[in-house]
C-alpha cells in the first residue's frame, strides 16, 4: 500500500471536518502554494474531462493533501463508478473515508483490499484504525485479518504491535539493531513512526503520538521515495496537524490545548517550531509534481 513550521489546522473539535482549514506555517507555504495550483489546474481539466479517471485520481490526492477529505472521497468514488476494477484496491479511498469518519465504510474498503492482496499488512493496520474508532479496542484486536506470508519489514513487527503482542520500543529497537544500509533503516523507521504515532492516537495518547508522527514527517527517505511512501507522508503530516487541534490561537504560532491524557494543560509549539527544524523540512519537502498519479497507483505499494 503506499506507497519548516508545519501548517497548523483548525479543526471543529465537536465534528468529523470535511475540511481542514491551514491556519499558519511558512515553512509548508510552497508546498500548499504547490497543490492549490495544482487542483486549480485539474478543475480546469475535469470540467473538460469529467470522465478522465487520471484526472480525478491527481486531483483526489490533491484534495486530501489540502485536508479536504469529503471531496477527495467524493473523487476517488467517482474513480471507482468509472472503472469498478478498481474497487478493491483503492486503498487511498479507505483512509479518505477514515478521516471522514466514516469508519465501517473504510474498515469494508479495507476487508476488499484483503482479497486483493493477502500480504500486505499495512492494509491490515489500516483496518484496525477503522475498527477501532467504530467499535472499540476489543473488536479491533479480535478482528486483525490474519497474514501467513511474508510482508516487507518493518510490517511484521508493527502489526504484532498493534495486535498486542509487542510495545512500541521494540519495533523501534528491532530496526535500530538491524544488520541493514542507513537509507533502509531510514525506510523502516519512518513506516514505524508513522504507525505508532497513529496507534497512539486512536488510544488518546496525543502527545507520544505528536512525537513519534514529528519523527516520521522529519524522515529523510519518505518525501523522496516512490508515490506510495510519499503519500503516506502527506497522512502523517496531516494527522500531526490534526492533532493540534488549537483551542487559543497565539500570534507567534503557539498554541495551548487541554488533553485528556497528557494533564490539564500544556504548551505545545505545534510542530517543533524552531529555525533549525524549519529549515531541515523546508529542504525535504517534495515538490508536488512529483505526486502525480494515474488511477494505476491505486494499487502502489513501496
Same mark, same amino acid.
Given at each position: 500500500?503506499?506507497?519548516?513550521?508545519?501548517?497548523? %489546522?483548525?479543526?471543529?473539535?465537536?465534528?468529523?471536518?470535511?475540511?481542514?482549514t491551514t491556519l499558519c506555517g511558512d515553512e509548508t507555504s510552497d508546498l500548499l502554494r504547490d497543490i492549490r495550483q495544482q487542483r486549480s489546474d485539474l478543475d480546469d481539466r475535469i470540467a473538460q474531462q469529467p470522465d478522465d479517471a487520471d484526472l480525478l485520481s491527481a486531483r483526489g490526492?490533491?484534495?486530501?493533501?489540502?485536508?479536504?477529505?469529503?471531496?477527495?472521497?467524493?473523487?476517488y468514488d467517482r474513480m471507482v463508478q468509472l472503472n469498478p476494477a478498481l474497487d478493491a484496491s483503492h486503498w487511498r479511498r479507505g483512509i479518505a473515508w477514515f478521516y471522514r469518519?466514516?469508519?465501517?465504510?473504510?474498515?469494508?474498503?479495507?476487508?476488499?483490499?484483503? =482479497?486483493?492482496?493477502?500480504?500486505?499488512?499495512?492494509?491490515?493496520?489500516?483496518?484496525?484504525?477503522? /475498527?477501532?474508532?467504530?467499535?472499540?479496542?476489543?473488536?479491533?484486536r479480535a478482528g486483525l485479518l490474519k497474514y501467513e506470508k511474508d510482508d516487507r519489514?518493518?510490517?511484521p513487527d508493527v502489526y504484532r504491535l498493534f495486535a498486542g503482542e509487542i510495545p512500541p520500543e521494540q519495533v523501534l529497537k528491532r530496526i535500530e539493531t538491524a544488520?541493514?544500509?542507513?537509507? /533502509?533503516?531510514?525506510?523502516?523507521?519512518?513506516?514505524?513512526?508513522?504507525?505508532?504515532? %497513529?496507534?497512539?492516537?486512536?488510544h488518546d495518547r496525543p502527545r507520544q503520538a505528536r512525537?513519534?508522527?514529528?519523527? =516520521?514527517?522529519d524522515n529523510t527517505w519518505a518525501p523522496s521515495a516512490g508515490y506510495?511512501?510519499?503519500?503516506?507522508?502527506?497522512?502523517?503530516?496531516? /494527522? %500531526?496537524?490534526?492533532?493540534?487541534?488549537?483551542?487559543?490561537?497565539?500570534?507567534?504560532?503557539?498554541?495551548?490545548?487541554?488533553?485528556?491524557?497528557?494533564?490539564?494543560?500544556?504548551?505545545?509549539?505545534?510542530?517543533?517550531l524552531t529555525a533549525e527544524n524549519a529549515e531541515k523540512r523546508r529542504e525535504k519537502i517534495p515538490r508536488q509534481d512529483s505526486l502525480r498519479p494515474s488511477a494505476s497507483s491505486a494499487v502502489i505499494r513501496s
Open positions: 500500500m503506499h506507497s519548516g513550521r508545519i501548517a497548523l %489546522l483548525i479543526v471543529c473539535a465537536c465534528a468529523v471536518p470535511s475540511r481542514v490526492d490533491a484534495l486530501f493533501f489540502l485536508g479536504e477529505f469529503q471531496a477527495a472521497a467524493h473523487d469518519g466514516e469508519y465501517e465504510k473504510a474498515a469494508r474498503q479495507f476487508e476488499r483490499y484483503h =482479497s486483493f492482496d493477502d500480504v500486505d499488512r499495512e492494509n491490515g493496520i489500516w483496518r484496525y484504525l477503522c /475498527q477501532f474508532k467504530a467499535d472499540g479496542a476489543e473488536k479491533a519489514e518493518p510490517f544488520a541493514i544500509d542507513k537509507p /533502509q533503516r531510514e525506510k523502516r523507521l519512518f513506516y514505524a513512526h508513522l504507525y505508532i504515532g %497513529l496507534w497512539h492516537t486512536v512525537g513519534h508522527l514529528e519523527k =516520521s514527517v506510495g511512501p510519499r503519500y503516506m507522508w502527506h497522512v502523517g503530516r496531516l /494527522q %500531526l496537524q490534526l492533532l493540534a487541534q488549537p483551542d487559543t490561537p497565539i500570534p507567534n504560532g503557539v498554541t495551548q490545548r487541554p488533553t485528556k491524557s497528557d494533564g490539564p494543560r500544556e504548551t505545545q509549539t505545534g510542530d517543533a
